[in-house]
């Protein structure tokens, strides 16, 4: 039954996947626009003790899909969409953590609840938890009737509120907070990253590396054109 799961699937689903994946990894203006928006409001739902404020951060955070294609790219070899998932992530810690301080600078006061610091206890249980939802993750990203239910998985995943938790360790001037919430951070990325290679290797997404090259390209002359176009406008 299991491997019937994963071996139900269409080229054609295999393609759509791989497109989606990499058009919503795109490292382009909005990615990086609502990954900011994102981490704003987990950093107040941190310093609010609010944990709807924290679900709502996390439904419209990106983070989960340059991870996600970061495994792909090493389960089909693909140097360009490692290095482009990679430097993604990157760049999304450094917005995250810079939104993070920022606001913990401008509104905490200084305190900080004591309810998310204790969260803040890296543990193996995690990685479990992460390599879980780099199972669901994957496996609802290519699935067309189950594409709605990722937003689910990347509530349960929780990657934003270590980063906004960096941001408030910087703020706070506490080595404890930052290196746990980094700890935290690394769990999850590892044990989503382990789970997801596993997956699209059992899919056979290992073949499909001409698809990604192309859709790379494609995203590529988007960004190009997007940027263009901005530049003109400036000149009016």
């Given at each position: 039954?299991?491997?019937?799961?994963?071996?139900?699937?269409?080229?054609?689903?295999?393609?759509r996947a791989i497109e989606n994946l990499v058009s919503q990894s795109t490292p382009n203006q909005d990615f990086f626009f609502m990954t900011f928006l994102a981490v704003l409001m987990a950093t107040f739902g941190i310093l609010i003790d609010n944990i709807a404020v924290l679900?709502?951060?996390?439904?419209?955070?990106?983070?989960?899909?340059?991870?996600?294609?970061?495994?792909?790219?090493?389960?089909?070899?693909?140097?360009?969409?490692?290095?482009?998932?990679?430097?993604?992530?990157?760049?999304?810690?450094?917005?995250?953590?810079?939104?993070?301080?920022?606001?913990?600078?401008?509104?905490?006061?200084?305190?900080?609840?004591?309810?998310?610091?204790?969260?803040?206890?890296?543990?193996?249980?995690?990685?479990?938890?992460?390599?879980?939802?780099?199972?669901?993750?994957?496996?609802?990203?290519?699935?067309?009737?189950?594409?709605?239910?990722?937003?689910?998985?990347?509530?349960?995943?929780?990657?934003?509120?270590?980063?906004?938790?960096?941001?408030?360790?910087?703020?706070?001037?506490?080595?404890?907070?930052?290196?746990?919430?980094?700890?935290?951070?690394?769990?999850?990325?590892?044990?989503?990253?382990?789970?997801?290679?596993?997956?699209?290797?059992?899919?056979?997404?290992?073949?499909?590396?001409?698809?990604?090259?192309?859709?790379?390209?494609?995203?590529?002359?988007?960004?190009?054109?997007?940027?263009?176009?901005?530049?003109?406008?400036?000149?009016?």
């Amino acid at each position: 039954m299991v491997l019937v799961s994963f071996n139900n699937l269409s080229e054609a689903d295999k393609t759509r996947a791989i497109e989606n994946l990499v058009s919503q990894s795109t490292p382009n203006q909005d990615f990086f626009f609502m990954t900011f928006l994102a981490v704003l409001m987990a950093t107040f739902g941190i310093l609010i003790d609010n944990i709807a404020v924290l679900i709502g951060s996390m439904l419209i955070a990106p983070l989960l899909s340059p991870i996600l294609s970061l495994s792909l790219g090493i389960i089909i070899s693909d140097g360009k969409l490692i290095s482009r998932s990679f430097s993604t992530i990157l760049k999304s810690m450094g917005w995250s953590i810079v939104g993070a301080l920022t606001v913990t600078i401008l509104f905490s006061g200084g305190n900080v609840p004591e309810s998310a610091l204790s969260s803040l206890q890296p543990s193996f249980l995690y990685m479990g938890v992460a390599i879980l939802s780099g199972f669901a993750a994957t496996f609802t990203l290519v699935k067309p009737k189950l594409n709605e239910r990722l937003t689910g998985v990347a509530i349960a995943v929780a990657l934003l509120p270590p980063l906004a938790l960096i941001g408030v360790g910087i703020a706070q001037w506490s080595w404890v907070i930052i290196t746990n919430a980094f700890l935290l951070f690394l769990l999850n990325i590892i044990g989503i990253v382990f789970a997801s290679m596993i997956t699209f290797s059992l899919m056979n997404f290992y073949v499909k590396r001409r698809v990604a090259s192309e859709s790379i390209r494609e995203e590529d002359k988007k960004m190009e054109a997007e940027v263009r176009e901005a530049q003109s406008q400036s000149e009016l």
